[in-house]
């Protein structure tokens, strides 16, 4: 087993140092679900709010999921226990690619598990909703998908700031949240809840052109989506390469 | 002229001739019979009758389309026709007719603007002899129509536009059970039913037609007639047939040498009248004044005691869904919150197992994954299909207006609510005289709605979306067995409510001008006859009592005070002197069906009686 993910895993599940964010996630989502079909929180929309409960719960999942991918691979719980990169790079000599795949398959790990922890929530969600198996299985897809394209950036904050930790939260979170307004800006479909909505209740995501152009939303999205992850994971290997 | 002209589809071969209302005309905003002749001159072909017209709509759905469709199949070389009852209101649009086949389509649009009365229409139906009804006054606004027995439509609907049907010298031996029945809602209703005697009288004794009658015939006789009207002239008339009649059960309005001549009695709503003189044979019918004598008998009847549509809408609706029972049948609240906290309980337990290290980890993450496994599939499954989540929820509220003679006359406010995105078949008893969608605020701009033909009755077709609703409002006409009699005299109100039907009545309460009385029960099969003294009536404390009743369940609260009798109903036909009986019908039967386990029906009925009381100085 690659020697970076053997330690990311024993520090994070067998110490079990990155068990709170789990739980956080399985909290938040599980009592918003409840809530969401409680009548007094409802009022009169009580009515129709069971059919956007998946909906709902998606879209919380995706934005869960990828804050607390996010904050894992930015190494935020239990920064100490962590050996610095410029250990595996320089002191073991492991090369960057080895470096690189243990980060982004511990990443991998920590968004599985976070989808195998709330799947039945969704499941049930889905359920009651009675949303489509297409949609639910496409949610399920877009979720992980999204989740490891926002987070791989932090990894690269890591590789890059490892040493200013103080300053790293800030620019991180800065920098995704600005990247999800902007691209909401510039075109509304990018927006990964905006497409998630849609996925989750069978709907054709918005229509809205940009620059005069009117494209499938849906690929556009996923297009854009691929592009940020697959730069993430490029400049995680770069800003590697840097420390080496 | 050319529009007149049949239409011949080269492909299937079948030429479509239509039949508009009653000869040809119909009255503007009713809903009227339409026939369509089918004529195959080609081969064998299996296809649909789709007829279209448009509805007005309210802002903001706008006008949307009403299709009726009819499968058919046409052998080679037959004819063949097809009814329907339409009710278009939007005449400028064309009413479209269409016969499809899996390769064809033979269409037609007719434009209705030149069939419609702004009047209803008189229907005469008669057999042998005619009533001299082309030479009433100019005054008379109503079409008269002659047709025969056998032309009646079997649907009542198809009556609305008529205002009075005289029968003469007719047999009604051949009409089929859904012409009678039609008959029969029509009258209660609201119509009028005219029937004028004849010298061949043992035609009015047969079943179909005695029935109607307010009086036994027994024969015939010839008498001295002096037209009521014009007693004070001292014109008669010598010889002039008459039926002679026994049992009368109306009320006499006129006669003559000690036989009725003119019977009228109530008919739910509705009325017969009957005249004993045969006015199709001389002398009569050489009376100048006759023309006039019977344009009397067409008279509409007094203004009659009108109550206001129950209130139905998305507001109403929605507070309805927030009870309790509603929210149950679709909302699994109590199962998920168990779910939840089983799920997290089952995590707990093997959080503290990893703690003691008892276990190895890679057997507990097996552990883990398979709770979380089982946990996925046992919820959905539950919630999915186990939870008795309905597709959809039926919702039908209705309020049976009591209409004399153990009719009454049903208002129902309906909605579809589905879970589903799926389409509903949606049924109705005999008896039904309207149906009407109401507009929503989210409702997508001219969704039809569409009446399928497939049995005795049409079935009304009502695709929803998923998450979605339908508001509907239909009207029945029933013989219930439920009667109330209110009178006041000397001082004393006397309540007596027959409840001849199959349900009891709960709940039951009397308001009057200062008065309001919780009378509990009536049980199917009984009699609740009561007498209350009224001192001093106050007014307008009827309607000041309604607010303050309450009701255990909260959907009757709601339906009670917001839909059967609202506030801003203005003016109310149970506010000022009025009394005014009520009763929650128990496990009332089903006014509309969609056939279909997976759709959860829930019932409210009820029943009312409102008098208007008589002034002080008319008592």
């Given amino acids: 087993m690659n020697p970076v993910l053997r330690e990311h895993l024993g520090i994070f599940f067998r110490e079990g140092q990155g068990l709170p964010a789990l739980l956080y996630l399985l909290g938040i989502l599980g009592l918003a679900e409840f809530l969401l079909l409680t009548p007094p929180y409802l009022g009169t929309q009580m009515w129709s709010g069971t059919g956007s409960l998946f909906k709902i719960c998606a879209s919380l999942a995706v934005v869960l999921t990828a804050y607390f991918a996010l904050r894992a691979a930015n190494r935020e719980y239990a920064p100490a226990r962590f050996k610095p990169l410029c250990y ?80 790293r939260e800030p620019m991180i979170r800065g920098f995704t949240v ?12 990018l927006n990964p809840v905006v497409h998630i909505l849609a996925v989750a209740g069978a709907e054709d995501p918005p229509r809205i052109g940009i620059f005069g152009a009117h494209g499938p939303p849906g690929v556009v999205n996923l297009c854009f989506h691929f592009a940020y992850g697959a730069a993430g994971f490029i400049a995680h290997r770069w800003a590697l390469a840097r420390i080496r | 002229m050319l529009g007149a ?69 046409l052998p080679a070389r037959a004819k063949r026709t097809v009814g329907f009852t339409v009710d278009p209101e939007a005449l400028i649009r064309p009413l479209s007719i269409r016969f499809k086949t899996d390769t064809t389509i033979a269409s037609r649009d007719l434009d209705l603007r030149g069939h419609f009365s702004p009047a209803p229409l008189v229907l005469s139906v008669s057999a042998g002899g005619t009533l ?36 003469y010298d007719v047999s009604l031996r051949d009409l089929a059970r859904p012409q009678l029945q039609a008959l029969d809602d029509w009258l209660a209703a609201g119509g009028a039913l005219v029937v004028v005697g004849s010298l061949n009288f043992a035609l009015y004794q047969e079943p179909k037609l005695a029935r109607f009658l307010p009086a036994r015939v027994t024969g015939a006789t010839r008498i001295r007639f002096v037209d009521p009207a014009a007693a004070d002239s001292g014109n008669a008339i010598e010889g002039v047939w008459t039926q002679t009649v026994s049992g009368v059960t109306g009320r006499t309005v006129s006669g003559a040498h000690g036989l009725p001549v003119l019977v009228e009695n109530a008919w739910g709503k509705g009325r017969v009248i009957y005249l004993a003189l045969d006015a199709g044979r001389p002398p009569l019918s050489n009376w100048d004044g006759l023309p006039r004598f019977l344009q009397r008998l067409l008279a509409p009847p007094a203004t009659p005691g009108t109550t206001p549509r129950p209130r139905w809408d998305e507001a109403l609706f929605s507070r309805l869904l927030l009870s309790s029972w509603f929210i149950a049948t679709y909302i699994p609240t109590r199962a998920l919150f168990f779910a939840i906290l089983l799920y997290c309980a089952g995590l707990a ?12 980890p890679r057997a507990l993450a097996l552990y883990c994954c398979g709770w979380i496994v089982c946990a996925t599939a046992a919820g959905y499954l539950y919630f999915s299909r186990g939870g008795r989540a309905p597709d959809g929820v039926l919702l039908a509220a209705t309020v049976m207006d009591d209409a004399r003679g153990g009719y009454v006359d049903a208002h129902t406010n309906l909605a579809l609510f589905s879970t589903q995105q799926r389409e509903y078949s949606m049924g109705f008893g005999p008896g039904w005289l309207d149906l009407s969608p109401l507009a929503l605020a989210r409702a997508a701009p001219g969704q039809a709605v569409e009446f399928r033909h497939t049995g ?86 009827g309607d000041a009592g309604l607010q303050a009743i309450a009701f255990r369940e909260k959907a009757h609260e709601i339906l009670f005070h917001d839909a059967f009798f609202p506030k801003e109903s203005t003016p109310a036909p149970w506010s000022g002197r009025t009394a005014l009986f009520f009763g929650w019908v128990r496990d009332p039967q089903p006014r509309a069906d969609v056939g279909d386990s997976r759709v959860r029906t829930e019932q409210y009925t009820l029943y009312r009686a409102i008098v208007q009381l008589p002034l002080a100085e008319d008592e």
């Fill in chain 2, 349 to 360: 337990l093997l959080l503290q197992l990893w703690r003691r290290r008892r276990h190895a």
């Fill in chain 1, 88 to 167: 595996w790079l320089r002191e073991r000599g492991y090369p960057v690619g080895v470096v690189a795949r243990g980060q982004a398959a511990f990443l991998c790990a920590q968004v599985a598990s976070s989808m195998l922890l709330i799947a039945p929530l969704l499941m049930w969600a889905g359920a009651i909703s009675r949303t489509p198996p297409a949609s639910l299985a496409a949610t399920f897809v877009l979720i992980p998908f999204y989740a490891l394209c926002y987070s791989v950036w932090g990894l690269v904050a890591l590789a890059l700031r490892e040493r200013a930790p103080d300053s």
């Fill in chain 1, 178 to 189: 600005m990247v999800v307004v902007v691209a909401m800006i510039v075109y509304l479909p």
């Fill in chain 2, 456 to 541: 005795p009755a049409p079935r009304v077709q009502l695709p929803l979306a998923g998450w979605s609703y339908r508001l509907l409002h239909a009207r029945h006409v029933e013989r219930a067995g439920l009667s109330t009699d209110i009178a006041l005299r000397d001082g004393t109100l006397r309540l007596e409510v027959r409840n001849h039907g199959k349900r009891d009545l709960t709940d039951c309460w009397l308001v009057a001008p200062g008065m309001r009385v919780a009378l509990g029960e009536v049980r199917s099969g009984s009699t609740l006859t009561r007498a209350f003294s009224v001192d001093a009536p106050a007014p307008n404390g």
């Fill in chain 2, 132 to 167: 001299p009804f082309t030479s009433l006054a100019a005054s008379f606004a109503n079409r008269v129509v002659a047709l025969p027995a056998t032309a009646l439509p079997p649907d009542a609907r198809a009556l609305g536009g008529v205002s009075h049907l005289v029968l």
């Fill in chain 2, 5 to 73: 002209l049949p239409l011949r589809a080269p492909a299937a071969e079948v030429l479509l001739e239509p039949r508009i209302g009653f000869g040809g005309v119909f009255q503007l905003g009713h809903p009227f019979p339409l026939q369509v002749d089918l004529n195959n001159v080609g081969r064998p072909v299996d296809g649909v009758v789709e007829v279209e017209v448009w509805k007005r709509g309210v802002p903001p759905s706008g006008a949307y389309p009403v299709r009726y469709r009819r499968e058919v199949f």
